[in-house]
């Protein structure tokens, strides 16, 4: 799959750029081997291969800034290609392995399992699940919901997030 990007300056539409300009078939494909479906992108292998060779290496890299400001949860910008660094939920630190867009989601679907019953939360998701195991297809169980969910891009991912965050009323730092 071939990824395109609408490009705009001060909001006006000025083109499309296609993954293929920014790299290569071969290189895309050399990067899929390191990629596990519906929870990488591009942004994520490329930061874990300069992990491992920061790691192997002893390089030390710059550091680059973090940019921290607050934007509105019911319509962020595009959050595709966003690394998450940190995550804290309803107060609790998420472990840093548990740091990207669909173990939040995961994280907050156990949560509402605290105070709402099973049915109820199968009514709150809105992302492709199935009461039950199920882990073909994307998909994985949530052994202490009994609900399966299919993993999902950081946008989908936030959509379900969210909406289960605002119908608790608890909240989220990213």
């Not at 509105?72 to 740091?99: C, D, K, R």
């Amino acid at each position: 799959m071939l990824y395109e990007y609408q490009i705009s300056r001060d909001r006006n539409f000025v083109g499309v750029l296609k993954m293929t300009d920014v790299l290569s078939l071969k290189t895309i494909d050399r990067l899929k081997v390191y990629a596990e479906p519906f929870v990488d992108t591009v942004d994520s292998v490329v930061n874990r291969l300069i992990d491992a060779f920061v790691a192997s290496s002893g390089v030390t890299l710059k550091a680059t800034p973090v940019v921290n400001s607050a934007l509105n949860a019911e319509t962020p910008p595009n959050l595709a290609f966003t690394t998450v660094h940190n995550v804290t939920l309803n107060g609790a630190q998420l472990p840093s392995s548990e740091s990207n867009w669909n173990s939040l989601m995961i994280a907050t679907i156990q949560l509402a399992k605290k105070s709402l019953n099973t049915d109820q939360i199968d009514k709150l998701i809105i992302i492709n699940h199935v009461l039950g195991k199920k882990t073909d297809s994307g998909y994985k169980f949530i052994a202490d919901v009994g609900i399966a969910v299919q993993g999902q891009d950081a946008n989908h991912a936030w959509k379900a997030t969210y909406q289960i965050m605002k119908a608790l009323k608890i909240s989220a730092e990213i």
